[in-house]
T-cell receptor
Framework: KQEVTQIPAALSVPEGENLVLNCSFT??????LQWFRQDPGKGLTSLLL?????REQTSGRLNASLDKSSGRSTLYIAASQPGDSATYLC????????????FGQGTTLQVKP | NAGVMQNPRHLVRRRGQEARLRCSPM?????VYWYRQLPEEGLKFMVYLQKENIIDESGMPKERFSAEFPKEGPSILRIQQVVRGDSAAYFC???????????FGSGTQLSVL
């Protein structure tokens, strides 16, 4: 059974810091992995998607890496800003014929001005 | 290009009533997914549909819950005879293809009195 764990559960940093959020999964047979952010009371915003054959994806100040063999992904946020404050979720997809994303519990990030 | 549209935003029902949640996918997206987020829990997959077809309903409770995505119109998640335990945020997502990013709506918050 696939389980997704995110560490830490919460993180508070001063503005401008670079930071890394961690995601681990127990079954390396994944189709892809996606990072989302969720703002309080709102839906999820897709940040980055990494296919199983890829090692990393970048978008602006965000960089996500994937190491399938060790069951790990990281989301790197450069030069953090107060607007980055949100809950960050990673989710793995087992196969293309299933819509089932298995989500981690999330890391709640607070960036202090 | 409007995002995934869900309505209503908030829905209040008394025990035993029916709840109907609607989801219009992004333009050009024919894959729809429903997820549920219970208080203090992570997002859990419910069902994956393509136009007129249920592809994966492995996360749907066996009774009282049903979903459809007709040829015309929005996808509907229907909960019959609601109970207090059905109170949750229900999120819909859509994608253009099965291996592409999922885009989420803002959710419907269901409260059962």
């Amino acid at each position: 059974k696939q389980e997704v764990t995110q560490i830490p559960a919460a993180l508070s940093v001063p503005e401008g810091e670079n930071l890394v959020l961690n995601c681990s999964f127990t079954d390396s047979a994944i189709y892809n992995l996606q990072w989302f952010r969720q703002d309080p009371g709102k839906g999820l915003t897709s940040l980055l998607l990494i296919q199983s054959s890829q090692r990393e994806q970048t978008s602006g100040r965000l960089n996500a890496s994937l190491d399938k063999s060790s069951g790990r992904s990281t989301l790197y946020i450069a030069a953090s800003q107060p607007g980055d404050s949100a809950t960050y979720l990673c989710a793995v997809r087992r196969g293309g014929n299933t819509g089932k994303l298995i989500f981690g519990q999330g890391t709640t990030l607070q960036v202090k001005p | 290009n409007a995002g995934v549209m869900q309505n209503p935003r908030h829905l209040v029902r008394r025990r035993g009533q029916e709840a109907r949640l609607r989801c219009s996918p992004m333009k050009g997206h024919s894959h729809v997914y429903w997820y549920r987020q219970l208080p203090e829990e992570g997002l859990k997959f419910m069902v994956y549909l393509q136009k007129e077809n249920i592809i994966d309903e492995s996360g749907m409770p066996k009774e009282r819950f049903s979903a459809e995505f007709p040829k015309e119109g929005p996808s509907i998640l229907r909960i019959q005879q609601v109970v207090r335990g059905d109170s949750a945020a229900y999120f819909c997502a859509s994608s253009r293809d099965s291996n592409e990013k999922l885009f989420f709506g803002s959710g419907t918050q269901l409260s059962v009195l």
